[in-house]
């Protein structure tokens, strides 16, 4: 390793430690990303209504076309774990506080301007937000492996991670990949409610709580919304149960702060103006009312009583289709439960 090279690494991890992030990796330009299992998975439709992901595979398997002359990947990493707020309803523990992409952008941009200004080259930053195999490229930079629920596995701090990228063209020293250690473990396997995880590394986001509270735009199938249970927003299943948690220690980060929240009963009355103000800075607020008060409505459903019918018959009557079908389904699970 060059002098260069290594001033430029404790740099970046100087003052990426500074900016809060608690772990650094790089990896090398161009890597291996699994094109094979990415493109069977699209073909085969796991990704469901996420047409982004079909989009700019090229770029998204070929991270080197994102910039001219790119040698190496920064990657970053964040703690986000904290315990659930105690209230009748769960929320995804990511989604707890503030949202995560604009802030850690602005702190990623910043230490691009270091690097430039300090080092010279060019450097382009993503938080979730270009077309990069976030989790793979973490792999290839050795922060952690890809376990069996294809979440990203830290061995000090577990699964509560959110990922940052600086794809630059200086010329960086890389880390190793670290050995896959889930062994013969499955637990996130077997604790997945709707059998979301096929197989070892295999995901269905059809079958995903997370994938249909957020991403999917509709009526949410049947057969799975009691499997839902009381998961308003996401699902930490397959990350909770993870044994490599053992050490994950509470998020320094105040901008993770659980936001207070009502009753289901108030979320499902509140109107279009309520909601945007209430969600300000929340990433709950990208789904929108309609999916949030969808979402609602079955948590009501599997864990309702008959004092939240009054709300539900309400809501049985709003001019949105969508919303008035899952009332009336939650309506008849929870008589269904009173008459037992």
Same mark, same amino acid.
């Given at each position: 390793?060059?002098?260069?090279?290594?001033?430029?690494?404790?740099?970046?991890?100087?003052?990426?430690?500074?900016?809060?992030?608690?772990?650094?990796?790089?990896?090398?330009?161009?890597?291996?990303?699994?094109?094979?299992?990415?493109?069977?998975?699209?073909?085969?439709?796991?990704?469901?209504?996420?047409?982004?992901?079909?989009?700019?595979? &090229?770029?998204?398997?070929?991270?080197?076309? !994102?910039?001219? =002359?790119?040698?190496?990947? /920064?990657? %970053?990493? *964040?703690?986000?774990?904290?315990?659930?707020?105690?209230?009748?309803?769960?929320?995804?523990?990511?989604?707890?506080?503030?949202?995560?992409?604009?802030?850690?952008?602005?702190?990623?941009?910043?230490?691009?301007?270091?690097?430039?200004?300090?080092?010279?080259?060019?450097?382009?930053?993503?938080?979730?937000?270009?077309?990069?195999?976030?989790?793979?490229?973490?792999?290839?930079?050795?922060?952690?492996?890809?376990?069996?629920?294809?979440?990203?596995?830290?061995?000090?701090?577990?699964?509560?991670?959110?990922?940052?990228?600086?794809?630059?063209?200086?010329?960086?020293?890389?880390?190793?990949?670290?050995?896959?250690?889930?062994?013969?473990?499955?637990?996130?396997?077997?604790?997945?409610?709707?059998?979301?995880?096929?197989?070892?590394?295999?995901? &269905?986001?059809?079958?995903?709580?997370?994938? !249909?509270?957020? =991403?999917?735009?509709?009526? /949410?199938? %049947?057969? *799975?919304?009691?499997?839902?249970?009381?998961?308003?927003?996401?699902?930490?299943?397959?990350?909770?149960?993870?044994?490599?948690?053992?050490?994950?220690?509470?998020?320094?980060?105040?901008?993770?702060?659980?936001?207070?929240?009502?009753?289901?009963?108030?979320?499902?009355?509140?109107?279009?103006?309520?909601?945007?103000?209430?969600?300000?800075?929340?990433?709950?607020?990208?789904?929108?009312?309609?999916?949030?008060?969808?979402?609602?409505?079955?948590?009501?459903?599997?864990?309702?009583?008959?004092?939240?019918?009054?709300?539900?018959?309400?809501?049985?009557?709003?001019?949105?289709?969508?919303?008035?079908?899952?009332?009336?389904?939650?309506?008849?699970?929870?008589?269904?439960?009173?008459?037992?």
């Amino acid at each position: 390793m060059s002098n260069q090279a290594a001033a430029i690494r404790e740099r970046i991890e100087s003052e990426a430690k500074a900016l809060g992030f608690h772990s650094v990796g790089v990896a090398a330009v161009p890597l291996e990303l699994r094109r094979e299992y990415y493109e069977q998975w699209i073909a085969g439709g796991m990704h469901g209504t996420m047409s982004w992901m079909e989009r700019n595979n &090229d770029r998204r398997l070929n991270p080197d076309q !994102l910039l001219p =002359e790119a040698r190496s990947i /920064i990657v %970053l990493t *964040l703690n986000y774990y904290q315990p659930d707020p105690d209230r009748p309803y769960r929320i995804a523990k990511y989604a707890l506080g503030d949202d995560y992409h604009n802030f850690m952008l602005r702190r990623l941009k910043r230490l691009c301007r270091i690097l430039r200004e300090e080092f010279g080259g060019n450097q382009r930053p993503y938080v979730d937000t270009g077309p990069l195999l976030e989790k793979p490229i973490a792999a290839a930079a050795g922060v952690g492996w890809q376990g069996k629920s294809t979440i990203l596995i830290e061995p000090k701090l577990g699964t509560w991670t959110f990922l940052a990228n600086i794809v630059t063209d200086l010329d960086l020293p890389v880390d190793s990949p670290l050995k896959d250690r889930c062994g013969s473990c499955t637990r996130c396997i077997d604790v997945c409610p709707t059998g979301a995880i096929t197989a070892p590394y295999q995901l &269905d986001a059809t079958k995903c709580i997370s994938y !249909l509270t957020i =991403e999917h735009d509709g009526a /949410i199938p %049947l057969e *799975l919304r009691e499997a839902i249970g009381d998961r308003l927003y996401g699902c930490d299943e397959c990350l909770d149960v993870c044994p490599w948690n053992k050490w994950a220690v509470p998020t320094e980060e105040a901008k993770f702060t659980p936001r207070e929240l009502p009753s289901l009963r108030e979320l499902l009355a509140w109107d279009a103006a309520t909601f945007s103000e209430r969600m300000i800075g929340s990433p709950i607020r990208r789904v929108k009312l309609s999916r949030f008060r969808r979402n609602v409505c079955v948590v009501l459903g599997n864990v309702g009583t008959r004092e939240d019918i009054p709300a539900l018959q309400t809501a049985a009557e709003a001019e949105d289709t969508m919303v008035a079908e899952h009332a009336r389904w939650a309506i008849g699970q929870i008589d269904s439960r009173l008459r037992a």
